[in-house]
Every structure is written in structure tokens, then in C-alpha cells.
């Protein structure tokens, strides 16, 4: 039970640091990182709620739904890096435009 | 009985020798010596585990899993140490980031 | 025994966070590939070691893949550098 | 001293995120973000959940790495060491973010069941004897299926993204060193080993096809980051039949489904079927997450490919010189 409550709150805070990385970071890169600590502390929130007392039997359908989600994950990494890619060859910048990026976070 | 003392024995052998790979890491002074970290203390860390390991108790498959894995991780690190050493020695300006 | 290969778990965990001094501190982006790999190394040892306390053979598949794969992280690395003086070279 | 690792893996986790946010470097971030994920996977085995430990481990160890650092040669900016920041106040709302959530937990009663019980009346019922897997493939295969089609959406966003009409990448040069060559000869048929048997455990035991697409495709990105030619002689057709396989077969079997007026996604019970359908989602995943990782480099101009070609046949005469 214990461990249940140390890895969820864990996961909680693993994904609210993600999200003020999120915003935090003008550099796309580390907006993409940032993501993929939020997606982590996703994942272990599932695993840790489909094992609450870390013994016995786990429950087979939030491992199978992780599963993809880590796929899935590295494969829109994947993309948004090329993304960035295409952003850096466009226009030599590794961020948005300050003006686009204050139209974004208000939208 | 006997076979788990010797298991506990060589796991804190282990212990100690990735106790002296991270001491090396954060007390060597340049790059270079810090590879020695790398290459090996950690290995003999993990040889020495892998060992403790095997005592411990697998059965025949596992324990040819256990070598196999110390083999790669010394393939692994040796050719990190390589390929790092001569990323270091060809890079002269060593800029910040 | 099971509480020995805990301990020994734990202890090897507190050694990945001592070096994390040296990835924070660099000075050098090769120190901070260096403990990373050492990490893995690492993080092979306390893989094997908690399969065997938490008696769970199937983790030791994920130790042999950590083998396998972190060499492909420093061989990106090595290459950071590398196009720019790699091209001049090979323009001669 | 069960309580004391869980403590101090939870701990790890989040000072390696705190770092990974503030760091000043983005190579630091990438580095801390590999050991993040090797943490990560230390969590998973420990909270018995070997197939995602696997998974992490081969998507953290190999692919993530790889992705992360090439963007970051790809797109460094030489004047420009600081990271632009803004709204650091926001970390604020976001802590209170965090109360809220934890505040929210504590009233979870946590069933300690869940869904296992379905599953485990579910397994009667189908031919596969781990349950993971036969959620994946068996009571849950619009998962797997739509995942596949995820998959295959990022390669064809990709490739509109670098207008290009095949999925080969220019390959990099070839290493000088002997000691590339040696060590591809050595890890890939391990690669390729370690993948089939993960597939193969799949069936009964922790793996499958997610794992093996993965550990698949970190072999293609390393026989790319060698610079060896096989990649690049494949022909496209093979490519694109590899990408769209699982996919397709898993169209299939929803079509003959409904033709046979039965319920979407229904199918044969017969192992040899369901084992196919894993196999073809292994290749597929394992062709895509390929295309991903190295599809997203910079198509290189004339130039630049003659050279990689005078290299790589240089690099050929030197491999006959050797023998």
C-alpha cells in the first residue's frame, strides 16, 4: 500500500514537472523532452494504480495499455524532433517566435 | 549454505568495486583517467555480481544468460571507452556545451 | 538473503546518484557521456540483482537488452561532433 | 528495505525531472534524460511489470537516446549555449497542480483487482497463454491495431514533412575505425537474436511483439549509425510493404469479420492466426520506429551524396584490402 502511494505521487509530480517544463522551456527540444517526462509520469501513474500492493497479480490491461502508450510516445518524439528539425532548417531558430509562442500559450 | 556466503561475499566485492568506479568518476581528475572508471571498475563490479549471482541459485539457461550479459556489457563499455576516448582526443577546443 | 540483494539494490542506486554529481557538474559533454555509460553498467547490476530478490527471471531480459543497446546512444555522440572536421577531411 | 528502494527510486526520479527542467545545458537535459530513463525501467521491475521494464529499456537504452542527441547536433546553434525561458512563475501553478492531484489519490480506494479478473475468465477463451499479450492482440486489438495505425501516420507525417517519396534515409558515413565494423558484427545478430526470442516468449511469458519491434529497430538505427549500405539497398516496395503490414492484416481481419457478419476484430481462434498477426505487428513496428529514427535526417544535396558514396566504396576497397 505504501508503495502504491510513494510511486503515484511520484508520478504526479513527475508530470506537473513536465508541464511546467512544458511552458517553462522556449527551446523545442527540451519542450519535447519535457513531454516525455510528462508521458512518463503517465505511465507510472497506471502501472502503480493496477498494483497497488505490489505483490501477487497485476492487472494485465493498464500494462497492455502502457505498453502501446511507450510506443506510441516514441513515435510522436520521433516526429515532433523532425518537426523541430524542419523549424531549425526554415528559420535558424530552435524556438517559435517569441510573439507566436505569447499567442500560443493564450490560445 | 556455503554457496550462499559465497554469493553474499562476491556481491560485496561487487559492491565495493562499483563503490571505487564511482569514487574514480567524481574524484579523477580529467577525462581520460575518468574512462578508467568506465571501463574497469564497473566491469569487475558486474563480473563479480554476475558471479554472486550465479551462486545465488539460476538454473543452467539463466546462468549462460548471466554471461552472456557481463560479455556485452564489457563489449559495450570497452567500445564506449573507445569510441569516447578518441571523441575527446580529436576535439581539442573542449567547449562548454 | 532476499533483504542482502535489496540492500545491495539500494546501495547500487546510491552510487547512480553520486554520479549524477558528474553529469551536473561536466565540465565537458564527454564526462557527462562517461557517467552515463557508467549508469548503464550500473543499471545492469541493479536490474540482475532485483530480479533475483523480488524472484522475477523475466527482468533479466531487460538487463541483457540495457547491455546490448547503450553502446548506440555513445556512437550518436561520437558522431555530434565528427560531420563537420569528418567532411573537411574527406573533401582532400 | 523494500520500502527504503522505493523510497529512494521514487526520490531519484524526481530530482533527475527537476534537473532535466533546470539544466543550463540541452546536452545535459538529453544525457539526464537517457539515466531517466534507465530509472524508469528500475520502477517498472519493481513494480512487477516486466514487459514495460522491456520495453523502456529498449526505447530508453536505444531509440530515445539516438533521437534526441542527432536532433541536437542537427539543430545546435554554436553562440548559443543558454536556454531562452519564460514563465518560470509557472511552476507555482503547477506545484498546486500537484497538491490537488496527490490530495485526490489519497481517496482512491484502489481496487486491488481491476480488470484481472475479467481477463482471467477471458483467458479461457483464447488460445494465448499470457494475459498481456492477449489483451494486446486478442480482447484489446483496437489498441494494437489503431497503435499500428499511429505508427504508420508518423511515418507518412514525416514524410511530407522532408518531402521524400521513400522511407530510405541517406545513410552516414561509414566510421573509420575498425572498431564500429567489429562491434556491428558482433551486436546485430545478437540484436536480431534477442529480438526473435522476445517475440517468441511473447506467446507465454513477458515480451512480444512490442518489445521485439523495438529491439529490431534499434539494430536498423545501429546498422545506420555504421554507415552500412544494407539499409539503403533495400528496395522501397520492401519498405513500404514492412510498414504497412501489420496494419493492413489487422484491416483484414476486422473486413472478414464483418463479412462473416460476426463482431469487429473477432477471429479464428487458432493460435498459428493470432501468432501471424503478432509477427506482422513486430515487422511493422520495427520498420516505422526505423523510418522514425533515421527518416527525419536532412535530405543531403548531390554533392554531399557523391561524397557518402566515394566513401562508402573507399571504405569497401579497404574491407577487401583487409582480407
Same mark, same amino acid.
Given at each position: 500500500?505504501?508503495?502504491?502511494?510513494?510511486?503515484?505521487?511520484?508520478?504526479?509530480?513527475?508530470?506537473?514537472?513536465?508541464?511546467?517544463?512544458?511552458?517553462?522551456?522556449?527551446?523545442?527540444?527540451?519542450?519535447?523532452?519535457?513531454?516525455?517526462?510528462?508521458?512518463?509520469?503517465?505511465?507510472?501513474?497506471?502501472?502503480?494504480?493496477?498494483?497497488?500492493?505490489?505483490?501477487?497479480?497485476?492487472?494485465?490491461?493498464?500494462?497492455?495499455?502502457?505498453?502501446?502508450?511507450?510506443?506510441?510516445?516514441?513515435?510522436?518524439?520521433?516526429?515532433?524532433?523532425?518537426?523541430?528539425?524542419?523549424?531549425?532548417?526554415?528559420?535558424?531558430?530552435?524556438?517559435?517566435?517569441?510573439?507566436?509562442?505569447?499567442?500560443?500559450?493564450?490560445? | 549454505?556455503?554457496?550462499?556466503?559465497?554469493?553474499?561475499?562476491?556481491?560485496?566485492?561487487?559492491?565495493?568495486?562499483?563503490?571505487?568506479?564511482?569514487?574514480?568518476?567524481?574524484?579523477?581528475?580529467?577525462?581520460?583517467?575518468?574512462?578508467?572508471?568506465?571501463?574497469?571498475?564497473?566491469?569487475?563490479?558486474?563480473?563479480?555480481?554476475?558471479?554472486?549471482?550465479?551462486?545465488?541459485?539460476?538454473?543452467?539457461?539463466?546462468?549462460?544468460?548471466?554471461?552472456?550479459?557481463?560479455?556485452?556489457?564489457?563489449?559495450?563499455?570497452?567500445?564506449?571507452?573507445?569510441?569516447?576516448?578518441?571523441?575527446?582526443?580529436?576535439?581539442?577546443?573542449?567547449?562548454?556545451? | 538473503?532476499?533483504?542482502?540483494?535489496?540492500?545491495?539494490?539500494?546501495?547500487?542506486?546510491?552510487?547512480?546518484?553520486?554520479?549524477?554529481?558528474?553529469?551536473?557538474?561536466? =565540465?565537458? =559533454?564527454?564526462?557527462?557521456?562517461?557517467?552515463?555509460?557508467?549508469?548503464?553498467?550500473?543499471?545492469?547490476?541493479?536490474?540482475?540483482?532485483?530480479?533475483?530478490?523480488?524472484?522475477? =527471471?523475466?527482468?533479466?531480459?531487460?538487463?541483457?537488452?540495457?547491455?546490448?543497446?547503450?553502446?548506440?546512444?555513445?556512437?550518436?555522440?561520437?558522431?555530434?561532433?565528427? =560531420?563537420?572536421?569528418?567532411?573537411?577531411?574527406?573533401?582532400? | 528495505?523494500?520500502?527504503?528502494?522505493?523510497?529512494?527510486? %521514487?526520490?531519484?526520479?524526481?530530482?533527475?525531472?527537476?534537473?532535466?527542467?533546470?539544466?543550463?545545458?540541452?546536452?545535459?537535459?538529453? #544525457?539526464?534524460?537517457?539515466?531517466?530513463?534507465?530509472?524508469?525501467?528500475?520502477?517498472?521491475?519493481?513494480?512487477?511489470?516486466?514487459?514495460?521494464?522491456?520495453?523502456?529499456?529498449? !526505447?530508453?537504452?536505444?531509440?530515445?537516446?539516438?533521437?534526441?542527441?542527432?536532433?541536437?547536433?542537427?539543430? %545546435?546553434?554554436?553562440?548559443? #549555449?543558454?536556454?531562452?525561458?519564460?514563465?518560470?512563475?509557472?511552476?507555482?501553478?503547477?506545484?498546486?497542480? %500537484?497538491?490537488?492531484?496527490?490530495?485526490?489519490?489519497?481517496?482512491?480506494?484502489?481496487?486491488?483487482?481491476?480488470?484481472?479478473?475479467?481477463?482471467?475468465?477471458?483467458?479461457?477463451?483464447?488460445?494465448?497463454?499470457?494475459? #498481456?499479450?492477449?489483451?494486446?492482440?486478442?480482447?484489446?486489438?483496437?489498441?494494437?491495431?489503431?497503435?499500428?495505425?499511429?505508427?504508420?501516420?508518423?511515418?507518412?507525417?514525416?514524410?511530407? !514533412?522532408?518531402?521524400?517519396?521513400?522511407?530510405?534515409?541517406?545513410?552516414?558515413?561509414?566510421?573509420?575505425?575498425?572498431?564500429?565494423?567489429?562491434?556491428?558484427?558482433?551486436?546485430?545478430?545478437?540484436?536480431?537474436?534477442?529480438?526473435?526470442?522476445?517475440?517468441?516468449?511473447?506467446?507465454?511469458?513477458?515480451?512480444? %511483439?512490442?518489445?521485439?519491434? !523495438?529491439?529490431?529497430?534499434?539494430?536498423? #538505427?545501429?546498422?545506420?549509425?555504421?554507415?552500412?549500405?544494407?539499409?539503403?539497398?533495400?528496395? !522501397?516496395?520492401?519498405?513500404?510493404?514492412?510498414?504497412?503490414?501489420?496494419?493492413?492484416?489487422?484491416?483484414?481481419?476486422?473486413?472478414?469479420?464483418?463479412?462473416?457478419?460476426?463482431?469487429?476484430?473477432?477471429?479464428?481462434?487458432?493460435?498459428?492466426?493470432?501468432?501471424?498477426?503478432?509477427?506482422?505487428?513486430?515487422?511493422?513496428?520495427?520498420?516505422?520506429?526505423?523510418?522514425?529514427?533515421?527518416?527525419?535526417?536532412?535530405?543531403?544535396?548531390?554533392?554531399?551524396?557523391?561524397?557518402?558514396?566515394?566513401?562508402?566504396?573507399?571504405?569497401?576497397?579497404?574491407?577487401?584490402?583487409?582480407?
Amino acid at each position: 500500500m505504501h508503495g502504491f502511494y510513494i510511486y503515484a505521487i511520484t508520478a504526479i509530480l513527475l508530470f506537473c514537472l513536465g508541464l511546467w517544463g512544458l511552458a517553462f522551456h522556449r527551446n523545442l527540444l527540451r519542450k519535447i523532452v519535457a513531454l516525455n517526462v510528462m508521458a512518463g509520469g503517465v505511465f507510472l501513474f497506471f502501472i502503480s494504480i493496477a498494483n497497488p500492493d505490489q505483490s501477487g497479480e497485476v492487472d494485465p490491461v493498464p500494462q497492455a495499455m502502457v505498453l502501446t502508450g511507450i510506443v506510441v510516445a516514441i513515435s510522436l518524439t520521433a516526429f515532433a524532433l523532425c518537426l523541430a528539425r524542419r523549424i531549425h532548417e526554415k528559420t535558424g531558430q530552435n524556438e517559435l517566435d517569441t510573439s507566436c509562442s505569447i499567442e500560443d500559450g493564450d490560445g | 549454505m556455503i554457496f550462499d556466503i559465497l554469493s553474499i561475499l562476491l556481491c560485496l566485492a561487487g559492491a565495493f568495486f562499483f563503490l571505487g568506479g564511482t569514487v574514480g568518476l567524481l574524484r579523477f581528475p580529467d577525462n581520460y583517467s575518468r574512462l578508467h572508471a568506465l571501463t574497469k571498475a564497473d566491469n569487475l563490479g558486474l563480473g563479480f555480481i554476475v558471479l554472486g549471482l550465479v551462486l545465488a541459485s539460476p538454473t543452467m539457461p539463466e546462468i549462460i544468460k548471466l554471461g552472456l550479459i557481463w560479455l556485452l556489457a564489457l563489449v559495450g563499455s570497452s567500445s564506449a571507452c573507445y569510441f569516447i576516448g578518441n571523441y575527446i582526443y580529436h576535439t581539442p577546443s573542449q567547449e562548454e556545451e | 538473503m532476499q533483504i542482502f540483494f535489496l540492500a545491495l539494490a539500494c546501495f547500487l542506486i546510491l552510487n547512480i546518484l553520486a554520479g549524477l554529481w558528474r553529469v551536473v557538474q561536466g =565540465p565537458t =559533454p564527454a564526462d557527462r557521456m562517461v557517467s552515463a555509460q557508467l549508469f548503464g553498467t550500473t543499471g545492469v547490476a541493479i536490474l540482475l540483482v532485483l530480479a533475483q530478490a523480488l524472484e522475477a =527471471p523475466y527482468i533479466r531480459n531487460a538487463a541483457l537488452l540495457f547491455a546490448l543497446l547503450m553502446i548506440m546512444a555513445v556512437l550518436s555522440f561520437v558522431r555530434k561532433s565528427t =560531420p563537420k572536421q569528418g567532411q573537411a577531411g574527406n573533401i582532400k | 528495505m523494500a520500502l527504503f528502494l522505493d523510497i529512494l527510486v %521514487a526520490f531519484s526520479l524526481v530530482a533527475i525531472a527537476w534537473r532535466i527542467m533546470r539544466a543550463p545545458g540541452h546536452f545535459q537535459a538529453v #544525457v539526464l534524460f537517457i539515466t531517466f530513463g534507465l530509472l524508469l525501467s528500475l520502477a517498472w521491475a519493481r513494480l512487477n511489470s516486466p514487459d514495460i521494464a522491456l520495453a523502456e529499456a529498449a !526505447v530508453g537504452a536505444g531509440l530515445a537516446g539516438v533521437l534526441l542527441l542527432d536532433t541536437l547536433r542537427a539543430v %545546435a546553434q554554436p553562440g548559443k #549555449v543558454k536556454t531562452g525561458a519564460h514563465f518560470s512563475w509557472l511552476l507555482l501553478p503547477c506545484l498546486l497542480l %500537484a497538491g490537488l492531484l496527490t490530495l485526490s489519490i489519497i481517496h482512491i480506494q484502489p481496487d486491488s483487482q481491476g480488470l484481472a479478473r475479467a481477463v482471467e475468465a477471458g483467458m479461457q477463451t483464447t488460445s494465448l497463454e499470457y494475459p #498481456v499479450t492477449a489483451v494486446l492482440l486478442d480482447f484489446r486489438g483496437y489498441d494494437t491495431w489503431l497503435e499500428l495505425g499511429v505508427l504508420l501516420a508518423a511515418v507518412l507525417g514525416l514524410l511530407c !514533412v522532408r518531402r521524400k517519396k521513400s522511407i530510405r534515409a541517406p545513410l552516414l558515413p561509414a566510421p573509420a575505425e575498425p572498431v564500429g565494423r567489429w562491434l556491428i558484427s558482433i551486436l546485430l545478430p545478437l540484436i536480431l537474436l534477442v529480438g526473435g526470442f522476445l517475440l517468441w516468449l511473447g506467446a507465454f511469458a513477458p515480451g512480444g %511483439a512490442f518489445q521485439a519491434g !523495438v529491439v529490431w529497430a534499434a539494430g536498423g #538505427v545501429l546498422l545506420w549509425q555504421a554507415g552500412h549500405p544494407s539499409l539503403g539497398a533495400l528496395p !522501397v516496395s520492401l519498405w513500404r510493404t514492412g510498414a504497412v503490414l501489420g496494419f493492413a492484416l489487422f484491416w483484414l481481419l476486422a473486413a472478414t469479420a464483418l463479412i462473416r457478419n460476426e463482431p469487429m476484430l473477432t477471429h479464428p481462434q487458432a493460435k498459428a492466426w493470432i501468432l501471424a498477426v503478432e509477427y506482422a505487428a513486430a515487422l511493422s513496428i520495427a520498420v516505422c520506429l526505423t523510418s522514425l529514427a533515421i527518416g527525419g535526417q536532412k535530405s543531403e544535396d548531390r554533392n554531399q551524396k557523391s561524397e557518402v558514396r566515394d566513401q562508402r566504396s573507399g571504405d569497401r576497397c579497404q574491407i577487401t584490402n583487409n582480407r
